[in-house]
Each structure stands twice: as structure tokens, then as C-alpha cells.
């Protein structure tokens, strides 16, 4: 079969119209329904999403402004044992070590 034997054949189909009282049932079971309860639990999504997204943003502005004192401790041990990358890694380890100490002391 060809191509043009299968269109020809398409042809000769017609699709199946819906019965015409279809139309006035669908459009009559819409009814009269308002929509101002929709429109407002819109806006109230809406104002939660931007108060939230707000408060995250001044959270994460805080949490960057306050410097880690765990960050500065290791710098200056860092500075004082030579300030290269030997002695950052150096003093990554002791600060490790002191922490594992403290936690080995509490159990």
C-alpha cells in the first residue's frame, strides 16, 4: 500500500461529531461558581512565598556576616606557623585533633 492509497482511504473517513445536546450539558454543569476564593488563596500563596523568600535571603546575609571562629582560630594558628600551605595544613590538623580530643572527652 502507498502512500497515496492511504490518504485516499483517510479521505473517505469522517470523524464522529458529539451529539449537539453535549454542548448545553457541558456549558450548563459549569453554573455560576465564583472565583474570588481562588483569587485569594492566590495572593495568600503568593505573600507566604515572598515573606519566606525574603527571610531566607536576610538569614543567609546574617549567617555570611558572622565570621566562623573556627576559620579565624585556624588562620592565626596558620600565620604563626608560617603562613604557607604546609602550615595551613598543619594547623587543619591540629584543630582536628583538638576536636576529636574534646569529643573523645565528653563520651
Known amino acids: 500500500m502507498h502512500q497515496t492509497e ?6 473517505q473517513v ?6 449537539s445536546r453535549l454542548r448545553a450539558r457541558v456549558i450548563g454543569a ?3 461558581r465564583q472565583a474570588w476564593p481562588w483569587v485569594v488563596a492566590a495572593s495568600v500563596l503568593l505573600s507566604l512565598t515572598w515573606a519566606l523568600g525574603s527571610a531566607t535571603t ?4 546574617q549567617r555570611a556576616a558572622t565570621p566562623d571562629p573556627t576559620v579565624q582560630i585556624l588562620e592565626d594558628l596558620a600565620e604563626r ?3 604557607d600551605e ?3 595544613r598543619m594547623a587543619t590538623r591540629v ?3 583538638q576536636q576529636l580530643r574534646r569529643e573523645v572527652d565528653d563520651e
Open 14 to 19: 469522517q470523524p464522529v461529531a458529539p451529539p
Open 6 to 11: 492511504i490518504e485516499h482511504l483517510l479521505r
Open 95 to 97: 584543630l582536628a585533633e
Open 81 to 83: 606557623l608560617g603562613n
Open 86 to 88: 604546609a602550615a595551613y
Open 58 to 61: 536576610r538569614l543567609a546575609a
Open 30 to 32: 459549569r453554573g455560576n
